[in-house]
């Protein structure tokens, strides 16, 4: 799979550790930034890793701000992106499973770099389910 992953300044860090992850389990990283921990303003990455998504350019994303929800709220603003903050392993396997979560925010100051990757690694490891949960995310787009 192609994932696309971006942060602001207080993700650079685990930004780097997580595109190591993400090719380990055999994966693409498509880092969009930013390159150095020099102040910047996370929508500028969360809407690359957001519209790489959309137009298929990457199968799945990660963004990464200092409390996971301002770039959350920014993915969330494309149509086609159902991004889910997640501050724990479960909570990122339930985004997969049950909303065909698309896009995972991750709280960078909140949690430590070995919850960071567990996180990301349940959600590259699941799939959504569809069956019951599937009427309610085809709820979530406002048409």
Known sequence: ??????????????????????????NKAIDKGPFSSDSVDYPDYGHAVATAVEQGDADLGIVICGSGNGI?????????????????PEIAALARQHNDANIIAIPA??????????????????EFEGGRHQRRVGKIACN
Do not use: P, Y
């Not at 971006?6 to 595109?19: M, N, R």
């Not at 993915?75 to 159902?82: A, D, E, M, Y």
């Not at 430590?112 to 590259?124: G, N, R």
């Open 1 to 26: 799979m192609k994932i696309a992953i971006g942060c602001d300044h207080a993700g650079v860090e685990l930004k780097s550790v997580l595109i190591q992850l993400i090719e380990n389990l055999n």
């Open 72 to 88: 959350n709220m920014t993915v969330n603003k494309h149509q086609g992106i159902r991004g889910a903050l997640c501050w724990t």
């Open 109 to 126: 100051r909140f949690i430590s770099t070995k919850e960071a990757k567990e996180i990301v690694a349940e959600f590259l490891n699941h």
